[in-house]
């Protein structure tokens, strides 16, 4: 007699816990032998969808229009509705995790870092130090007739209004 130890409720062991075969769904992606756990749509507005696995939907969805075939109309209904949907999320950011890689930056805000050339954990005083030290080498007043400059510091400029908007809005939430 095989032994059990699940005796009416509550059940003594996980769910999945038995000795009987699983049914995993592999990935679609030929060649994979990964868990395919990752659904993706086959073509848009279709609900045929591919199984994969984390990194192979990743790869899938790098270059996936969402709103490919819909008019503008259609499109600016649905990103609307979307983004009404998920405002929730928004309102929630300032109960994330803090400090460098956490994703409390932007992509935005991670390019403007990437141009003063300065760390994702990097404070605004340093941003702030950073940006006039590089903008007073590139200047117009300094370099007159200079377009390479010019459009550097049009560069550095534009970075650092990303950055300070984003100070602004953390420290008018927090």
């Known amino acids: 007699m095989a032994r059990s130890n699940d005796w009416g409720f509550p059940r003594w062991r996980g769910y999945e816990d ?20 990752c659904p993706a749509p086959k073509s848009p507005n279709s609900p045929d969808r591919w199984y994969f696995c984390q990194r192979h939907a990743a790869e899938y969805n790098k270059g ?3 709103f490919q075939g819909l008019d503008k ?40 870092l990437d141009v003063l050339e300065l760390e994702a954990d990097a404070d605004f005083q340093a941003i702030k130090r950073e940006y006039r030290a590089r903008a ?10 200079d377009a390479e400059a010019a459009e550097e510091f049009q560069k550095l400029q534009l970075s650092y209004e990303v950055l300070k908007a984003a100070e602004e809005r953390r420290e008018w939430k927090g």
């Open 73 to 112: 109309e259609e499109a600016a209904k649905r990103a609307k509705s979307e983004q009404a949907e998920s405002a929730g999320y928004a309102e929630a950011q300032h109960y994330g995790w803090s400090g460098s890689g956490d994703g409390s930056r932007s992509a935005d805000e991670m390019r403007a």
């Open 136 to 145: 007073k080498k590139v200047h117009p007043d300094v370099k007159p007739g």
């Open 64 to 66: 996936w229009d969402y």
């Open 18 to 37: 038995s000795r009987e075969a699983a049914t995993v769904r592999l990935c679609d992606r030929h060649g994979c032998d990964e868990k395919g756990d």
